[in-house]
């Protein structure tokens, strides 16, 4: 087995699609191909020649970082990958050319903001302000606005506290399916409907 497909070995992508991804930090999927790449190269220069621009690296490392950490078994990588990045910061200082991390707009998944809108009208509907709906599901007020404004997708328990705190509603979130070695692949999008009976999926 290759390189090109090692490090894809259960996953439903060709290497040509992983490099897309990889090239597009706003992709939804970047940061989880990032941390993939990254828990299984060795040479830096191989991947910042075929995958990862340099750039992309220095800027989004903190959070490639936190999406390697999830899995225990990168714990080495991330200490080797910390070190590459520490080193290229201070490559680029004695160059007299220090990295400054620019600030990026969101990217807001379309579905993702439609999700967080109906959830605001449902919470409105209620007559429930933010500061309430956090109360009652032990989130922050900051947490919840984020949702309602489609910049973050809450996890599987979140999203069941507000389902509690809310009722039943109708909306959707793409769902992170995981293979047996807990690796993502495809997003699967769910519907919820009033009645929670009938649910649906589509890729």
């Known amino acids: 087995m290759g390189v090109a497909r090692s490090w894809l070995w259960n996953v439903n992508k060709t290497d040509a699609e992983a490099k897309k991804i990889l090239k597009d930090p706003g992709h939804p999927a970047f940061l989880l191909y990032a941390a993939r790449r990254l828990a299984t190269a060795n040479l830096p220069r191989e991947v910042f020649r075929d995958y990862l621009n340099r750039e992309d690296f220095l ?38 050319a220090p ?38 599901t032990g989130l922050t007020q900051q947490h919840i606005a984020k949702i309602e404004k489609g910049l973050t997708r809450p996890r599987s328990a979140t999203l069941k506290k507000i389902e509690t705190a809310l009722g039943a509603s109708k909306y959707s979130y793409a769902e992170e399916k995981r293979l047996s070695a807990g690796i993502v692949t495809e997003p699967v999008t769910t519907w919820f409907d009033e009645d929670l009976s009938k649910r649906t999926e589509s890729k």
């Open 99 to 136: 990295f400054v991390k620019t600030k990026l707009e969101p990217r807001v998944d379309p579905e993702q903001q439609k999700a967080g809108q109906t959830m605001k009208e449902r919470r409105r509907s209620r007559k429930m302000t933010q500061a309430e709906l956090a109360k009652k």
């Open 59 to 96: 800027r989004h490392w903190p959070a490639i970082k936190r999406q390697m950490n999830k899995d225990s078994r990168n714990q080495d990588r991330v200490l080797f990958w910390g070190g590459v990045y520490e080193y290229l910061i201070r490559d680029l200082k004695a160059k007299g």
